[in-house]
């Protein structure tokens, strides 16, 4: 079974840039999520889609993040404009249909550093 | 913002020790989960706890719950130079969705 996929993997722009990330979640699981992983913390949840509705994007910021999951399937998030404190690596996970006990499986991240 | 805290923030064994580490959150919840993330294969699910339960094995890993003491560890036992990781727990809240909260991390060194 594929697991989450991730592209790119890395990514490097100056502050002010846009930049996006894609996902493509483990075929069938109808949860997808989002997190940031700030170096040396632990992955902070950004937003939380089922199917291709919104469950939770209370941590979004949402004057420069934006993320949508067209047809329930892949999704892409994207940040306009980057600021220096969104250096981090984003992760993408998917579950089966976000019961509370499900189990996420993670994507490898891209890693973004922003100049 | 994170809910669990994990202690230590680093360790270092020597290989065939067991490690401990321990994780403490604020709120009720669901259930407990923990995960290893190392750089070869990112973050992988470990072990879920429920909160009625009190202890749970699987291979090599024992995980305790105190939902009393707000606390949770996880022991490894007889270690192995790839279990070198961070290993994250994270907290499961009860709404009706999964709402998974990570800790700080616990950095695991084992040095063969």
Known sequence: ?115 | SQQGEEDPQALSIQEGENATMNCSYKTSINNLQWYRQNSGRGLVHLILIRSNEREKHSGRLRVTLDTSKKSSSLLITASRAADTASYFCATVNSGGYQKVTFGTGTKLQVIP
Request: proline letters at 5%; hydrophobic letters at 35%; a neutral charge.
């Open chain 1, 1 to 115: 079974e594929a697991g989450v996929a991730q592209s790119p993997r890395y990514k490097i722009i100056e502050k002010r840039q846009s930049v996006a990330f894609w996902c493509n979640p483990i075929s069938g699981h109808a949860t997808l999520y989002w997190y940031q992983q700030i170096l040396g913390q632990g992955p902070k949840l950004l937003i939380q889609f089922q199917n291709n509705g919104v469950v939770d994007d209370s941590q979004l910021p949402k004057d420069r993040f934006s993320a949508e999951r067209l047809k329930g399937v892949d999704s892409t998030l994207k940040i306009q404009p980057a600021k220096l404190e969104d250096s981090a690596v984003y992760l993408c996970a998917s579950s089966l249909d976000g019961g509370e006990q499900e189990t996420q499986y993670f994507g490898p991240g891209t890693r973004l550093l922003v100049l």
